[in-house]
C-alpha cells in the first residue's frame, strides 16, 4: 500500500495560477495513472482530470495535469482562477498492488479570494 | 446520458445494517465496475470497494472487511452496498461510481446517500 499526500489548503487570488502537489509515498508515481476530482461544498466529487493530464469534455483548459517522477508527485494546476474553482480537490490512484483498489490523497481545500 | 441514482438518506441505530443501492442508465452496465466511496462529515474520500457487474467479482477495502457486501442485480443496472454492525464512525455520505476499466478513473459518480448511525 501506498498513499497520497496532499496539501490541506491553498488561496489565491482570482485571475492568477495555482499548483496543487499530491505526493506518493512509496512506489512510482508513473506506475498508475493519477486522476483528479473536485468537490463543491454539498455535491458529489467530479473528474477533473484523468490519466494524469487527460480532461474530460466540458472541463476548461485553465485545469491541467502532470506527473514528475523526480519527486513523485503529480501536480494539478489551475491557470486564470475563477470564484467558481473553489472547492476541495482530490488525488487518486490505482494501487496494483492490491488489485483493484485505488488510493485517495486527504484533499486540498481551494479558496480563490 | 450516462446517471447513477441511489437510494435515499438513512438513520440506524448501532448495530444494525444498511443497504443502499445505486441504479445505472445510460450505458451498458456490465461493461463497467462500480466502486463505493464515503465521506465521513467534514473529511476526506475513503475507497470502501470495488465490484465487477461483469461477473460479480469483488474487492473490498481491508478496514471493512467482514462488515461489508457489494453485490449486482444485472436485471435492473442496480448496484448494492450492505454494511453491517454499524458504528457511529459509520456516519458518512456513502456515493457510488461507475469504474473505467480502461482509464482506472471513476466517472459518474452517484449523489450520495447520507447515513447516519445514532442511538
Known amino acids: 500500500n501506498f498513499m497520497l499526500t496532499q496539501p490541506h489548503s491553498v488561496s489565491e487570488s482570482p485571475g492568477k495560477t495555482v499548483t496543487i502537489s499530491c505526493t506518493r509515498s512509496s512506489g512510482s508515481i508513473a506506475s498508475n495513472y493519477v486522476q483528479w476530482y473536485q468537490q463543491r461544498p454539498g455535491s458529489a466529487p467530479t473528474t477533473v482530470i484523468y490519466e494524469d493530464n487527460q480532461r474530460p469534455s466540458g472541463v476548461p483548459d485553465r485545469f491541467s495535469g502532470s506527473i514528475d517522477s523526480s519527486s513523485n508527485s503529480a501536480s494539478l494546476t489551475i491557470s486564470g482562477l475563477k470564484t467558481e474553482d473553489e472547492a476541495d480537490y482530490y488525488c487518486?490512484?490505482?494501487?496494483?498492488?492490491?488489485?483493484?483498489?485505488?488510493?485517495f490523497g486527504g484533499g486540498t481545500k481551494l479558496t480563490v479570494l | 446520458q450516462v446517471q447513477l441514482v441511489q437510494s435515499g438518506a438513512e438513520v440506524k441505530k448501532p448495530g444494525a445494517s444498511v443497504k443502499v443501492s445505486c441504479k445505472a442508465s445510460?450505458?451498458?452496465?456490465?461493461?463497467?465496475?462500480i466502486s463505493w466511496v464515503r465521506q465521513a462529515p467534514g473529511q476526506g474520500l475513503e475507497w470502501m470497494g470495488w465490484?465487477?457487474?461483469?461477473?460479480?467479482?469483488?474487492n473490498y477495502a481491508q478496514k471493512l472487511q467482514g462488515r461489508v457486501t457489494m453485490t449486482t442485480d444485472t436485471s435492473t443496472s442496480t448496484a448494492y452496498m450492505e454494511l453491517r454492525s454499524l458504528r457511529s464512525d459509520d456516519t458518512a455520505v456513502y456515493y457510488c461510481?461507475?469504474?473505467?476499466?480502461?482509464?482506472?478513473?471513476?466517472?459518474?459518480w452517484g449523489q450520495g446517500t447520507l447515513v447516519t448511525v445514532s442511538s
Open positions: 465490484i465487477s457487474a461483469y461477473n460479480g467479482n469483488t
Open positions: 461510481a461507475r469504474v473505467s476499466y480502461s482509464t482506472e478513473s471513476f466517472d459518474p
Open positions: 487518486q490512484s490505482y494501487d496494483s498492488s492490491n488489485h483493484p483498489s485505488w488510493v
Open positions: 445510460g450505458y451498458t452496465f456490465t461493461s463497467y465496475g
